[in-house]
């Protein structure tokens, strides 16, 4: 991560003069230019985070007036709710698995690429791996289920071909690892990311590693991880946001069992729309209480991981 | 340095006994085998589900539910495309698609460089704390904001409407493209700048005539960005749009789910079976695919630029 440069400007040494450089014409014209965005900001995030604070202490169906019934919601939520403790149970499982495998897996095939001496045709290989991660979801999760469906798929024509019963992948708890499976098979983004991360560590070091006898794998865990440990860093935090609110996956396969498909992300859908499935349909107001305990759960363990960053994540220029 | 040590090695390994030398070549020989086996056993699950969809949609209802499976259809059936375009309202959702998918690509590009060159070049002492901001708002997950959204457009009648798509672009393009267009446009000296603005040329013009077509390619990447989200969004619609004629291609392959979900014999749902159904989603699948096989440096340097300098 970059830091950000400080710019002297001549007149941020003094209070009042900071003021009347905001009021300068230079500042006028980055208002002007920047104006797109700071409407959007207001109109798009800060006044909706307001709003979405206050539905939440209320009860709201979009056609009514929302009603004011305190912490109710939350109380609901967190002592009554056995949806919300499933959804809960499911996001967790999903990101706990999916967030690092897929690090893994990315940084893994990153490093197969990256040995240049080796691996030819790289831009086909890439184009190859990061294919399923750019079709729409809808379609690629339809294949990717179609795969193991249970009485058409080949996998479990594999399973008649070995003598053995096929598994109905999606009645089962099995059924939670094709999830995390799918996710994990839109590993291409991530991978591309680590590439130029492993790019990025000077050949330098490995050369010196090899002239002092270190192993293939002490130079990978001595250069090639401290040299990416921003670029894991990011792919967690990212990862994180993104597996705490998945929707589409479990919403798409529909042969889930519903137990198995309730995620924090379908649970405020479900509320606030009142989809198909999803126990109770608790009103925009509930929806809004599940969404602001999901940014809390993202919060802190975002925060413990900024904490704990200052012990395994190394910025210093290599 | 690098030379010094790279002489070091080569002096190395030539004074290494013969023997040593052919085992390095032999073991890196083992080692290649290994790497391309790995890289085909990877890209073969990758390509599987595809390949499979492929087979399935060439398929006649027999084959689909042969057991032993069909791997390959001894005469595709190139006809199953046909419902694809006659009996399932294709032009209309490829016309809706192209709507979300263009508009908010030019929405984004538009407002995201606009301000993106304000964070780049323009002077405020607001400017590093609001920027901060934008970066911040990547890590709020949009279930927060979503709903009191939706009571806006609720509240503007535009349920229903291409608006929730069309107007949002405009105000600021996403965090992630301002970042990454930042990032691109600091790359331009200010020297370049400074010479427009001598000459008295407006801060607006420095920007349309020196930095837009400097930024050509970074702007293409915002492109492609917004135009595949727009392609394969799918939450947006869904909330916004519950007119059968509205719905772009995901809402219309969505409601076919049941097709493939279920281990119902073929031709239960509707009119469309399996192998049908993939041929839709194939159809849909392709644009993207091919538009990214055509445009893949782009991408690689637009994910690059966000997951490395981010």
């Not at chain 1, 705490?244 to 379908?266: C, E, H, K, N, Y």
Request: aromatic share 16%; charged share 10%; glycine share 8%.
């Amino acid at each position: 991560m970059q830091q950000a440069r400080v710019q002297r400007l001549p007149g941020t040494r003094r209070r009042w003069s900071a003021w009347r450089e905001l009021l300068s014409k230079d500042s006028r014209i980055f208002f002007l230019f920047a104006s797109p965005w700071i409407i959007g900001f207001l109109i798009f995030t800060a006044y909706p985070m307001l709003a979405s604070a206050y539905y939440s202490l209320t009860s709201y169906k979009v056609t009514l007036n929302p009603k004011w019934i305190g912490l109710d919601n939350y109380a609901y939520l967190l002592t009554k709710d056995i949806n919300f403790r499933l959804a809960l149970t499911n996001s967790l499982i999903y990101t706990v698995f999916s967030v690092p495998l897929g690090i893994a897996i990315s940084l893994f095939l990153a490093s197969l690429l990256n040995q240049k001496r080796i691996v030819r045709g790289l831009t086909l290989w890439r184009a190859l791996f990061y294919l399923p991660a750019i079709l729409p979801a809808v379609a690629s999760s339809f294949m990717f289920q179609w795969i193991f469906s249970y009485r058409y798929g080949p996998i479990s024509a594999l399973f008649r071909f070995f003598g053995q019963q096929p598994i109905n992948f999606f009645t089962t708890s099995l059924a939670q690892w094709i999830i995390i499976f799918f996710s994990l098979w839109g590993f291409g983004p991530g991978m591309i990311i680590f590439l130029a991360g492993l790019q990025g560590i000077p050949t330098v070091l490995y050369e010196a590693a090899s002239i002092d006898g270190a192993s293939k794998l002490q130079s990978f865990w001595h250069i090639t991880l401290p040299g990416i440990s921003p670029v894991i860093f990011f792919q967690f935090t990212n990862g994180l946001i993104g597996s705490m609110q998945m929707f589409q996956v479990a919403w798409f396969m529909d042969s889930l069992p519903q137990q198995r498909s309730i995620f924090l992300g379908t649970l405020v859908y479900g509320n606030a729309f009142g989809g198909t499935g999803v126990g109770t349909a608790g009103g925009m107001g509930y929806a809004s209480a599940v969404a602001w305990v999901i940014f809390g759960i993202v919060m802190v363990i975002t925060a413990l991981n900024f904490g704990g960053s200052r012990f395994w994540v190394h910025y210093e220029q290599i | 340095m690098a030379v010094l040590v790279h002489q070091r090695r080569e002096s190395t390994s030539r004074s290494l006994p013969r023997r040593v030398r052919s085992r390095a070549v032999g073991s890196s020989i083992v080692q290649a085998i290994i790497v391309y086996a790995l890289l085909v056993i990877v890209s073969l699950i990758t390509i599987m589900p595809l390949f499979w969809a492929l087979a399935t949609s060439l398929k006649t209802f027999k084959e689909v539910v042969a057991y032993p499976p069909v791997y390959w259809p001894p005469q595709p059936q190139w006809q199953n495309y046909v419902p694809v375009f006659k009996n399932w309202d294709f032009f209309t959702h490829l016309r809706n698609t192209l709507i979300i998918a263009l508009g908010q690509a030019l929405g984004c590009v538009v407002s995201a460089s606009v301000t993106a060159y304000a964070f780049a070049k323009l002077r405020c002492p607001l400017r590093d704390a609001l920027f901060l901001l934008v970066l911040s708002t990547i890590m709020l997950p949009h279930f927060v904001t979503f709903i009191p959204v939706y009571v806006i457009f609720y509240n503007l009648r535009l349920i229903n409407t291409f608006g929730p798509f069309l107007i949002p672009p405009w105000f600021g393009g996403g965090a992630w493209n301002i970042f990454l267009l930042r990032q691109f446009f600091k790359t331009i000296p200010d020297d370049l700048l400074d010479a427009g603005r001598v000459d008295g040329a407006s801060e607006l013009r420095i920007f349309a005539q020196v930095v837009v077509p400097l930024a050509k390619p970074a702007l293409a990447t915002i492109f492609l960005f917004s135009f595949m989200g727009g392609w394969n969004d799918f939450f947006g619609p869904y909330i916004y749009l519950s007119r059968k004629a509205m719905w772009p291609f995901a809402l219309a392959l969505f409601a076919l789910r049941a097709i493939i979900a279920g281990d119902l014999p073929p031709g239960v749902v509707g009119s469309m079976t399996q192998n049908i159904t993939m041929a839709a989603s194939l159809v849909i699948a392709l644009p993207i695919a091919v538009l990214f096989l055509f445009t893949q440096r782009y991408f690689v340097e637009g994910i690059t630029i966000t997951g490395m300098k981010g």
